[in-house]
């Protein structure tokens, strides 16, 4: 039978248990926070690389391919600079948004940078997220984006592609085919040209 002392006992065990679960849960929530980029709620530059070595890795050993799309707000500072911080972040949680949405099932998007974003897809070929880049632009194509005023103001985004293992072995090989190409990319919309739809006519 249970004693006097056994229910003194009880309640510091139940308390001490109580505190053990809450700081559990606690860490949990910081570790989520810290993978987690705040202005667009995506997985954030370190979840990203971490996500991508260990993803190359199991590609490695069943003979999986990954895609890998970097993307890049064209002219981003411009909009933080005559509209202000607040519709440039607009603009990143428009992009964001759509990015989590197309992705939903088939791969996983971040924030990488300021204004840059990364798109990983498993499984996927060249062919295969080349259609999801296109599908990309041509939502974007036909977005509005409004600022105050009223003013509707065109997002432009250069993506480059680029797909393990035939562009790179390794995470730094993928993710530098992958930045290579966008850099050609922006440079041809800053030349006047129409920047590839599908991120792949640049094989530099």
């Known amino acids: ?37 705040f202005v667009t709620g995506l997985f954030n530059h370190r979840f990203m690389q971490a996500y991508l070595h260990k993803l190359i890795n199991a590609g490695a050993a069943r003979g999986r391919k990954v895609a890998v799309l970097l993307m890049d707000v064209n002219d981003f500072k411009s909009f933080n600079d005559t509209y202000g911080h607040s519709v440039g972040d607009r603009v990143l949680q428009v992009v964001a948004n759509q990015l989590r949405l197309m ?12 204004d840059e974003f990364i ?8 062919q295969e997220a080349g259609a999801f880049a296109q599908a990309f632009q041509d939502w974007l194509t036909n977005y509005a984006f409004k600022v105050p005023g009223g003013k509707t103001v065109p997002i432009v985004v250069s993506a480059g592609l680029a797909v393990f293992p035939d562009d790179g072995e390794r995470r730094q090989e993928l993710l530098a085919s992958a930045d290579a190409r966008l850099y050609q990319c922006k440079r041809s919309a800053v030349n006047g040209k129409q920047p590839s739809r599908h991120a792949d006519s640049q094989r530099g």
């Open 1 to 37: 039978a249970w004693g006097p002392v056994r229910w003194e006992l009880l309640g510091p065990l139940t308390a001490e248990l109580t505190n053990t679960l809450h700081r559990a849960r606690h860490y949990e929530e910081v570790q989520e926070r810290a993978d987690v980029d």
């Open 103 to 114: 992705t939903d099932r088939e791969g996983v998007v971040g924030r990488f940078g300021g």
């Open 119 to 126: 798109v990983v897809l498993p499984g996927h070929g060249r």
